[in-house]
């Protein structure tokens, strides 16, 4: 039954494929004599009319290109986030063990200052 499934839905996604696919065909095929004026950052003239066609396949070259650099930024943004984070726990431990190497030097200099004392109550420190 799962594999059947699988199946179903792999040929279900390739129909959806194949329909959008038409679809943009469809709309490029008939629109490929019409022609309207557009203003690009001047680029293009507004009195010069451009190929609708032209002007689809740019709009969605744009939109990838965009998305695409939207995606980067992002990335970077979260980048950015985890170093700043990371920086931030190297802080913190190197921290804890200066403060763990205080406590250290300050037990070691305790012991032998107990050591000292039971050493001088016992009397081997009269002599």
């Known amino acids: 039954m799962g594999v059947a499934f699988k199946q179903l839905r ?17 709309v490029l095929v008939r629109n490929r004599g019409n022609a309207a ?13 451009v190929n609708v066609v032209w002007l689809m396949l740019c709009t969605a070259a744009g939109t990838l290109v965009s998305w695409w650099l939207l995606s980067l930024g992002w990335g970077l ?20 063990g ?8 300050r037990e070691r200099r305790l012991d032998e200052k107990l ?11 009269d002599e």
């Open 10 to 26: 792999v040929y279900v996604r390739l129909i959806i494929v194949l329909v959008v696919v038409l679809c943009i065909g469809l």
């Open 37 to 49: 004026p557009v203003w690009f950052f001047w680029l293009t003239d507004a009195q010069t009319p």
């Open 77 to 96: 943004w979260r980048d950015l986030h985890e170093v700043k984070r990371l920086q931030a726990a190297k802080q913190t431990k190197e921290e804890v």
């Open 98 to 105: 200066r403060r763990a190497a205080a406590l250290d030097d």
């Open 115 to 125: 050591k000292h004392a039971i050493a001088e109550d016992n009397g081997v420190g």
